[in-house]
């Protein structure tokens, strides 16, 4: 009994997508597609499967091997279903693409796999889709993909979101002056990142720093707002490294209002991202009513040095999961489309001709086959919300001519 309630369940954090689902999906993938290539970018599709030497460089604490899916094959390899894409997009460029025009503009559509706790827009097959700007550096890049995000996301529907945009720079040219170990340097860095004020306060006090470098760190979190946020920021140069960072983050600023896209943007130095190869510009975005982001992304300038090509790079994902419900919360779900027309009777060389030729017309046509008689027909169409019902019958007059 146990066998079969398991051939009917699906594994906790995977999810059947629906009729209605799964058009919603592909609706807003298309969108999407169809934005990116008019940017300039092409698409490129990976394994979902790789090597996990492939797949476990220095990511950081976002995507930990115990957070991967692994097994191994049948020569005892361990392989993995691929936990984001931008590993897999450098990996490509590095065997592929190496010998290309640069910069490339790369673009994508797929499902990636953590295993994490399941809950409200955090499953374990997660839908993405995204950019990768590879081998340009500066800030017109960096701009260039973030105004697209904003674009994408608008595209989407949604109406009320922000991207919250930070110079990882800034934060390491800080930790650059303080007398902690790399052990501790993450343990702040993953507080800062979530804005956790008094466990951050305690591990400083902890640590014995003086209250000047304390102040700075415990300053970082709360910067947040428009062009402003630069000149508060201006204690936080410490260094020649904090102060390049700051400089980036006013250029690549500046050229988002160059793009018109100021209003969607909040500066925020708290923003560092889980990932461990960003090494300049990070941003992610948020929307109303969900407290988790629905984009990120920055420039890893050091990734493809990882796997042999060293490049520049920028680029950023986008949660179609999370959009979606997003969406849904905030508007009326849309009907599921139905037939515009119903061909039933037993004429059949009638049916699939006049089918055929109502679809190239671009019409959505549905032929019985069941052979219901008339009553039944229609009363099935009006259960569909089909409207136009017409039947054929040998040696009968032709409706569609009439």
């Known amino acids: 009994m146990a066998k079969e309630r398991n051939l009917l369940q699906i594994p906790a954090g995977m999810r059947d997508l629906l009729p209605g689902d799964a058009r919603n999906k592909r609706i807003l993938e298309n969108k999407w597609t169809d934005l990116f290539t008019t940017w300039g970018y092409q698409e490129v599709i990976t394994p979902t499967v790789e090597y996990m030497d492939a797949l476990a460089v220095d990511t950081g604490e976002e995507i930990r091997d115990d957070r991967m899916f692994q097994f191994f094959d049948r020569q005892g390899r361990i392989l993995a279903l691929r936990p984001e894409m931008t590993t897999p997009i450098a990996r490509v460029v590095a065997t592929r693409l ?21 809950q409200a827009g955090r499953q374990r097959e997660i839908f993405q889709a995204g950019v990768e700007l590879i081998g340009a550096p500066g800030p017109l890049a960096d701009a260039e993909v973030i105004a697209l995000a904003v674009e994408a996301l608008r595209q989407s529907g949604l109406e009320d979101f922000q991207i919250s945009l930070g110079q990882i720079e800034v934060f390491n040219g800080l930790m650059e002056e303080l007398p902690l170990s790399d052990e501790q340097k993450s343990k702040v860095r993953s507080l800062v ?13 902890k640590e014995g720093l003086n209250d000047s470098q304390a102040e700075l760190l415990l300053k970082l979190p709360t910067l947040h707002g428009g062009r402003e946020v630069l000149v508060q920021a201006l204690p936080l140069a410490v260094n020649e490294r904090a102060r390049q960072g700051l400089n980036n983050l006013r250029q690549v600023y500046d050229a988002l209002r160059t793009y018109g896209v100021e209003d ?21 975005g948020y929307t109303v009513g969900l407290g ?3 984009c990120g992304g920055g420039r890893y300038d050091g990734l493809l ?25 905030s508007r009326e779900p849309e009907p599921v489309p139905v037939p515009d027309m119903l061909i039933g009777g037993d004429n059949t060389e009638k049916i699939i001709a006049v089918a055929g ?27 569909r919300g089909i409207e136009e019902v017409v039947l054929y019958r040998k040696g009968g007059d032709d409706p569609a001519e009439a």
Do not use: W
């Open 98 to 118: 190496k010998k290309s025009q640069f910069p490339l503009r790369l673009h994508y559509a797929a499902n990636v796999f953590r295993y994490d706790d399941p």
């Open 305 to 329: 040095g990882q796997v042999g090509f060293d490049c520049p790079a920028t680029g950023f994902a986008i949660g179609l999961d999370r959009v979606l419900l997003a969406l849904s919360r």
């Open 292 to 294: 988790f982001p629905i």
């Open 193 to 205: 990142a979530k804005k956790d004020f008094v466990s951050l306060e305690e591990m400083l006090a």
């Open 357 to 383: 030729r109502l679809r190239q017309e671009g019409r959505s046509v549905e032929i019985d086959v069941l052979g219901r008689e008339e009553a039944e027909l229609k009363a099935y169409a009006a259960l």
């Open 264 to 284: 969607y943007v909040a500066l925020d130095l708290g923003v560092l991202r889980g990932f461990d190869y960003y090494t300049g510009i990070v941003f992610e």
